[in-house]
């Protein structure tokens, strides 16, 4: 059974931290780069950050430069999101995608989200 799964969400105060966690299973997870996208109420979902599947690209969206590092395990099939220096702005649902493109056409996986709420 394929899936992808995201944990780690919660409440928590401007200034601290959080780590989200991406899980997948029933595909080749190191061959998929993986992307962290987030959606406030009344906004369109955006872009966080990503990691290709060898783990040595990341691209980060400017608002969370500096703050976010994402990085994976292909052991365990799992990325992360290390999220520091919270801020009210960073409010939304989390989705992990898991994205490839070979020979055999394109494949997109979602998760259910997880939600991080920063408020004091």
């Known amino acids: 059974q394929l899936w992808v799964a995201e944990s780690g969400g919660g409440l928590v105060q401007p200034g601290g931290s959080l780590r989200l966690n991406c899980t997948g299973s029933?595909?080749?997870?190191?061959?998929?780069?993986i992307g962290w996208f987030r959606q406030a109420p009344g906004k369109e979902r955006e872009g966080v950050a990503c990691?290709?599947?060898?783990?040595?690209?990341?691209f980060y969206t400017d608002s969370v430069k500096g703050r976010f590092t994402i990085s994976r395990d292909n052991a365990t099939n799992t990325v992360y999101l290390q999220m520091n220096t919270l801020k009210p702005e960073d409010t939304a649902v989390y989705y992990c995608?898991?994205?490839?493109?070979?020979?055999?056409?394109?494949?997109?996986?979602w998760g259910q989200g997880t939600q991080v709420t920063v408020s004091s």
């Open positions: 029933g595909f080749n997870f190191d061959y998929y780069a």
């Open positions: 990691v290709s599947a060898s783990g040595l690209n990341t």
């Open positions: 995608n898991a994205y490839s493109y070979t020979s055999d056409g394109e494949h997109d996986y």
